[in-house]
Structures are given as structure tokens and as C-alpha cells.
């Protein structure tokens, strides 16, 4: 497979296009951002765990019928996906309160919800990624009714399948974000990345951090937490 051009700089990730119309290549970067890119640094080795973590949780969904954009791991930082029309949502799981619904709503971070709940983001960096409901994505024309119900769909199943897995490594899995991508022939999938920058994952023991937050809230070992989860995951995956 061939690297061509250059088609798009991300915060965390490049993106080529190859010689196949149908097919990119994504490369990690150790490059770390939060707060909508006010804060910045760097991960060392962050790029070849998140590669690596997201394409073995990509494979292990994909068996669960989670169609999603992986189609090859071609190097420690770099793997070949499907091209899709990403749709302009990040769409969050949350299965225990933390960050901005524990601010939001005045909840201690930490405690259990009730059910796991959804909520969409419109992605829109100017705008600071603002909350969006349902109608509003619709009204914008983001996504229309059936493809909204089809990543609700998608996203719960993830969430069940990325529960019991992290759970058998001693993980809880706090709450994510995923990315859907429409194919041409319009079906959704998964696309983007399922990595510590992406989800709160915590030691089911001692709730001790694993994750991005170790940066964006300046803990400290933040190397150490990636490669924890990482071997973590090594580990465990079947
Ligand atoms: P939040 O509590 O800050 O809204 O974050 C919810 C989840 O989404 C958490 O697992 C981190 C992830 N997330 C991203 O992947 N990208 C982002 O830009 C933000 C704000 C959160």
C-alpha cells in the first residue's frame, strides 16, 4: 500500500491518502491536547499505544458485529482504514459520572449512574465542541434520524462488549468517545480511535487513573498510566 499525500493534520493524528481511492493511512502522534488545543505537550509513546490499543479494540469489535473503519495495523504508529464522510459528532458514553457531567450537574466524580447515558457533542472546533441534542443535529444536518438511531445502536453495543473486556483487566471503563464515519453506500461505522485519550479508565481496585486526564489535570505519570493500560490490555486480549 502506498503513502501518498497528506490530506489532513489532526491534534493526535496525520491522515494520507494511498493509492486506493477506498483506503487511508492514519499516523499517531505523541502530540497531547486538551481544553480544544489551550493546552499542549507531549506523550511519550502515546502514538504506538493508541495505534496499537485502538486497532486490537477495533478487531475485538468488529467480532461483536461493530463494523468499523480498521483494516490493517502496518506499523507501530501507522494503520490502513476505510475512507468515510466522518459525521460531525462525538458522540459520549458514560456508564460513571466524571468530568463535565459530574460538573454539569453537580455530581461527585466517581459515582455510579443509574443507566449509561449518551450524549452527542457537535464537532466543531471553533465552537468548542458544544453539547447537541438530537434535533438540534438533525435541524443542522448532521445526521439524520436513522443514521442518530444506528450510532445510538452501535455505541451501546461498544460500550458492552469495551465494559466486560476492560473489566477482565481490572478496568473500569469510566465513560468514552467514539467517531462515526458513513461509507458511500451510506451505512455507518466506527471510525476515529478507542484509546486512553478517548476514554476515562480507571483500576477497578483503587480507581487509580489510566488515562488522558493524568495530563489534561497535570497528575503526573502520565507515561507510566499509557503503558499501564497498555500491558493491561496486552495481557488479557484473547
Ligand atoms: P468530558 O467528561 O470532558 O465531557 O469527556 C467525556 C469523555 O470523552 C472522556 O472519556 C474523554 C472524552 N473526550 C474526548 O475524547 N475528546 C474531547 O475533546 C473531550 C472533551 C472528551
Given at each position: 500500500m502506498e503513502k501518498r499525500e497528506l490530506l489532513y493534520e489532526g491534534k493526535a493524528k496525520k491522515v494520507y491518502a494511498t493509492d486506493d481511492p477506498e483506503l487511508l493511512i492514519v499516523d499517531y502522534k505523541d502530540d497531547a491536547t486538551a481544553?480544544?488545543?489551550?493546552?499542549?505537550g507531549t506523550i511519550a509513546g502515546k502514538g504506538s499505544i493508541n495505534n496499537r490499543m485502538s486497532n486490537a479494540l477495533m478487531r475485538m469489535l468488529g467480532k461483536y458485529g461493530v463494523p468499523t473503519h480498521f483494516v490493517r495495523e502496518l506499523s507501530d504508529r501507522e494503520t490502513l482504514v476505510r475512507r468515510v464522510q466522518i459525521?460531525?459528532?462525538?458522540?459520549?458514553?458514560?456508564?460513571?459520572a466524571a468530568g463535565s457531567f459530574a460538573k454539569?450537574?453537580?455530581?461527585?466524580?466517581?459515582?455510579?449512574?443509574?443507566?449509561?447515558?449518551?450524549e452527542f457533542s457537535y464537532k466543531n472546533d471553533a465552537l468548542g465542541d458544544p453539547l447537541i441534542n438530537e434535533y438540534h443535529a438533525q435541524a443542522?444536518?448532521?445526521?439524520t434520524?436513522?443514521?442518530?438511531?444506528?450510532?445510538s445502536e452501535l455505541a451501546f453495543r461498544v460500550n458492552k462488549e469495551l465494559q466486560a473486556f476492560w473489566l477482565s483487566c481490572?478496568?473500569?471503563?469510566?465513560?468514552?468517545?467514539?467517531?462515526f464515519g458513513r461509507l458511500n453506500d451510506g451505512s455507518i461505522i466506527l471510525a476515529d480511535e478507542i484509546s486512553p485519550d478517548t476514554c476515562r479508565l480507571w483500576?477497578?481496585?483503587?480507581?487509580?487513573?489510566?488515562?488522558?486526564?493524568?495530563?489534561?489535570?497535570?497528575?503526573?505519570?502520565?507515561?507510566e498510566a499509557y503503558r499501564e493500560i497498555m500491558s493491561r490490555l496486552e495481557t488479557h486480549m484473547a
Open positions: 481544553f480544544n488545543g489551550l493546552k499542549k459525521v460531525a459528532l462525538e458522540v459520549i458514553i458514560r456508564n460513571i454539569h450537574y453537580g455530581v461527585c466524580e466517581g459515582t455510579p449512574l443509574k443507566i449509561s447515558t449518551i443542522l444536518g448532521l445526521a434520524k436513522a443514521e442518530i438511531d444506528r450510532i481490572g478496568v473500569t471503563l469510566v465513560d468514552f468517545k467514539l467517531e483500576d477497578a481496585q483503587t480507581g487509580e487513573k489510566l488515562d488522558k486526564d493524568r495530563f489534561r489535570r497535570d497528575m503526573g505519570g502520565v507515561e
